[in-house]
């Protein structure tokens, strides 16, 4: 009797631990949000202007984005720095409700259930002001730092960019570009794969007369928020509010404090 009450035990624990696993935390399901419940955020901390840390403060042009979807909602917000090569996990386990930073939608459509795309980002190369490289030619023996897991490493993947690669003496991934930037200046590298956006902000903060953005870019694609597979309606609420904010001028005037404006999609 013993033992088939210890086999009950362990088999109505088992089914626990299943649902659980299958639900996470709770945080990201299908349902919608009440007021006075956590939105949390994943987001890359290293990702400026997207996302980063200045001050104490995690701060962003998507991290302001996301306050003020909260806001609206009367929702907690959580702004949770994660791994970015491990956002897929934290996703699907309900430990974040979205992925929103500058995550690329392209060639990702069945992977997530995504909003509506709200910037066009550009892939560009980025090398030294006095660098001879000029060109997409220019690249051939160099060596291109890309950040792991990133856009600008998908973009470089893309069969249509297999020759130009290819031409490359070394591609390497980097944890993250302000190593890349960094890397590049000491002269240890020739050139950055990168957002426009995070391209733009980097030549803001370490001085424009120091690097030049190869035009025109070499790959273009568009953000969108990220949420679990078949999260439709969360997807949809988030949506709607956003919506609102671009009808009030609210999103663009976001955008402009980031000098975002040009990349986005304000309609």
């Known amino acids: 009797m013993k033992l088939k009450k210890t086999l009950l035990a362990i088999t109505l624990l088992a089914l626990v631990c299943g649902l659980a696993a299958c639900s996470g935390n709770g945080k990201a399901s299908s349902q919608t949000k009440a007021k006075g419940e956590e939105f949390t955020v994943g987001f890359d901390a290293n990702f400026p202007p997207y996302g980063y840390k200045e001050g104490g403060e995690y701060v962003g042009f998507d991290l302001d984005l996301a306050a003020e979807v909260a806001k609206r909602n009367g929702w907690k917000l959580q702004k949770r720095p994660i791994d970015w090569d491990s956002k897929d996990m934290e996703l699907k386990s309900g430990t974040i409700d979205c992925i929103w930073n500058g995550f690329t939608m392209n060639g990702r459509e069945d992977n997530y259930t995504f909003s509506k795309p709200y910037v066009d980002n550009s892939i560009v190369f980025v090398t030294k002001t006095d660098s001879a490289i000029k060109t997409t030619a220019d690249l051939k023996g160099k060596t291109v730092l890309v950040q792991a897991d990133s856009s600008g ?15 490359f003496k070394e591609m390497t991934q980097v944890p993250d570009y302000n190593n890349a930037f960094m890397t590049l200046q000491a002269g240890a590298a020739d050139a950055v794969a990168v957002d426009i956006g995070v391209a733009q902000y980097q030549l803001e903060q370490r001085g424009k007369d120091k690097f030049q953005i190869m035009n025109p870019p070499f790959h273009t694609e568009q953000y969108a928020i990220g949420f679990k597979q078949g999260n439709q309606a969360l997807r949809d609420q988030v949506q709607t509010t956003l919506d609102e ?3 009030d001028g609210t999103f663009l005037n976001i955008a402009k404090k980031y000098q975002l404006e040009k990349s986005v999609i304000a309609d």
Do not use: C, F, H, I
């Open 153 to 167: 490493l998908t973009a470089l993947q893309d069969e249509k960019n297999k020759d130009l690669v290819a031409s």
């Open 245 to 247: 904010m671009k009808k």
